[in-house]
């Protein structure tokens, strides 16, 4: 946000009563579109939080999205979530952000698929990186299913990413692996068999399985290599 922009977005943000104010930042914290429930589920203020939407309403901070299948808002401009969510501090940004994450968990369970992309961002900001790969492999893994490969590459190649700044533990590697696994067969689909980052991925898959002992993958792997070689020519 604009340094101006967001002065004057604050100044607007910090006129408001105490509690209004916190219950516009915990909105920020999860996102320009939020709901209801997820939002009452974070501030714990079940019986006034009505009242206190009904006057962010007022002020032309955010307005009521859509009622069905429940009831969410939204800010009213991006530069509003953004600034307001500047505003809070770090620490307490990483606790809030740890809260939707727990809170979308409890809340949204049974259907809790089309939140992967949305818990590995918030558990990605709350610092619990092992959670965020955990999701983001997951939405990956989603997207390839439903052949939305350009999504699932970006979010697989992300789990890979923050895959190595984590210690190297078996679990780790077994994690990378399976995301390994998935990333090449989208890459095949998606660039050919001659592109030289599937045959990475396969590569870097056939090593991890070798390292964690894992017969199954290490098959998957040079079978993976095995097509690549047989497209390209390389008997």
Do not use: C, M
């Amino acid at each position: 946000v604009p340094d101006t922009i967001q002065r004057v977005v604050l100044a607007r943000v910090d006129r408001l009563q105490a509690e209004t104010k916190a219950v516009l930042q915990h909105a920020s914290v999860i996102g320009r579109l939020f709901t209801y429930r997820l939002l009452e589920h974070l501030t714990r203020r079940e019986q006034d939080l009505s009242q206190y939407l009904d006057e962010l309403e007022e002020k032309d901070l955010v307005y009521q999205e859509r009622t069905v299948p429940e009831l969410e808002y939204t800010f009213k401009h991006a530069f509003t979530q953004e600034a307001t969510y500047q505003g809070i501090l770090e620490r307490w940004r990483k606790e809030f952000h740890l809260q939707v994450a727990r809170g979308i968990e409890k809340l949204y369970r049974e259907r809790l698929e089309e939140f992967y992309e949305e818990l590995a961002h918030h558990y990605g900001r709350s610092g619990n990186t092992p959670k965020a790969v955990e999701y983001l492999s997951l939405a990956g893994e989603r997207a390839v299913q439903r052949s939305a490969y350009a999504e699932g590459i970006d979010q697989l190649g992300r789990a890979v990413e923050l895959i190595r700044t984590l210690p190297e533990t078996k679990e780790n590697s077994e994690a990378e692996l399976l995301v390994q696994l998935t990333l090449g067969q989208a890459l095949i689909v998606t660039r050919g068999f001659t592109n030289p980052e599937a045959e990475q991925a396969f590569l870097r898959a056939r090593d991890l399985s070798e390292q964690v002992d894992n017969a199954s993958t290490l098959f998957a792997a040079l079978q993976g290599l095995r097509t690549i070689q047989v497209q390209r020519g390389e008997h």
